[in-house]
């Protein structure tokens, strides 16, 4: 996690450029850095390397892209509140083009206020929304029903795990993934070992929750939370000497940066992951990630979260290619349904769209925490 001042510094920085965006520009609403959402200003770095790296190369159709940013400043459901304000804000004010992001529980609000206002709504970074034939909404990563009914009955059926428990943040995504364990426990064939919800966006210390986990005797336990609280429970797990349970990361949590923890107790952790290893990899999109980053980012670190925001902004960026000089929110959705096989260099499977198709991703593959690095078990896997 970044220390306050440099983020704040950073999002004070994206504010004022923002708000100098030149007329002619190609605007685009992005959340603005925030210290409550470490991962979020992670994910909307990637799409600002777009910017830098389009821009730089004379923009897109002789235009620069430029953003509209405002941060959140609460969490929870009040931070959901000023979320949406800031959206209609960029949306009737700002008049953006497109949404960026703005992903999390929120975005089940968002949706249908793209819908509504006629505001493309591109990528939220996460898997709540699934309104893949909305004309408004492009989805981002495999959504969490698919999920869930994949990850839980690996874990107990190819795993041998017959207890599960999970820690979970009290808001829609953590129910999700707590409700879907009680529900298929049965037909799966596990019990639910303990629930624990933490319910600080930014906690201190959980090691009271892992201790009662303890006393449950789980064999594995599902985390439905967020880097920070995650990052917690991972020193918990330390402090505790605790080594005969196996941590499972959901799909949005699995990156390495925000899970490694010293004495290795993060190792062994079971994730879908969705991304390869942004440090690692030698795929040709990641490859010309880490450059990008190294130019204008350098000191960043690389993660899945920045890697997720360049790869669904480079689908971004073609999509006001194929639409013209003068792209309007209704011609930028057109184009954007004409990508066919669309090739991110290695970062995620081809990705089509369709007047009744737009879901960008629907596969991840299983990953294991090994040497601080998580490895891929097995191929790309559609839940």
Not at 104 to 115: D, E, L, N, R, V
Not at 194 to 210: K, R
Not at 215 to 222: L, S
Request: with cysteine.
């Amino acid at each position: 996690m970044r220390l306050l001042l440099p983020a704040l510094a950073f999002m004070l920085a994206a504010n004022a450029a923002a708000a100098d965006a030149p007329a002619g520009d190609i605007v685009i609403g992005i959340e603005a850095p925030s210290p409550l959402s470490p991962s979020g200003t992670a994910e909307n770095l990637g799409m600002r390397l777009v910017i830098r790296a389009v821009n730089d190369a004379g923009g897109i159709n002789g235009r620069k892209l430029a953003e509209r940013s405002y941060g959140r400043t609460q969490s929870g459901a009040a931070g959901d509140t000023e979320v949406m304000g800031h959206v209609a804000r960029l949306a009737d004010e700002d008049h953006v083009l497109l949404l960026w992001n703005h992903g999390g529980t929120a975005s089940m609000q968002i949706a249908p206020f793209a819908m509504t206002h006629k505001l493309p709504y591109m990528f939220p970074h996460t898997g709540l929304v699934d309104t893949d034939d909305a004309r408004y909404v492009f989805t981002s990563f495999p959504h969490y029903d698919g999920e869930t009914r994949m990850m839980y009955r690996y874990l107990a059926r190819d795993r041998g795990m017959k207890r599960i428990a999970i820690l979970y943040d009290p808001n829609a995504y953590g129910r999700f993934f707590r409700d879907k364990l009680r529900a298929l426990a049965v037909a799966d064939g596990y019990a639910v070992a303990g629930e624990e919800a933490v319910e600080q966006t930014l906690p201190t210390d959980l090691t009271a929750q892992m201790q009662r986990l303890r006393e449950t005797k789980p064999d594995a336990i599902v985390m439905a939370l967020y880097p920070p609280q995650a990052k917690r429970v991972m020193e918990a797990k330390a402090r505790l000497d605790w080594k005969d349970v196996r941590m499972v990361s959901t799909g949005p949590l699995t990156d390495e940066e925000y899970l490694n923890v010293p004495g290795g107790y993060a190792e062994g952790t079971l994730g879908l992951c969705y991304y390869p290893d942004p440090n690692q990899s030698d795929a040709p999109g990641i490859a010309a990630y880490r450059r990008l980053m190294a130019r204008y980012f350098p000191d960043e670190k690389l993660n899945r979260y920045s890697l997720y925001g360049y790869a669904f902004g480079q689908m971004v960026a073609e999509g006001l290619r194929r639409a013209g000089p003068n792209p309007s929110r209704e011609s930028f959705i057109d184009a954007m349904e004409t990508i066919k096989n669309w090739d991110s260099g290695g970062i995620l499977p081809p990705v089509t769209f369709s007047k009744v198709n737009h879901h960008a991703q629907q596969a991840g593959f299983v990953c294991e925490l090994r040497q601080s690095r998580f490895v891929p078990l097995g191929d790309w896997i559609t839940p």
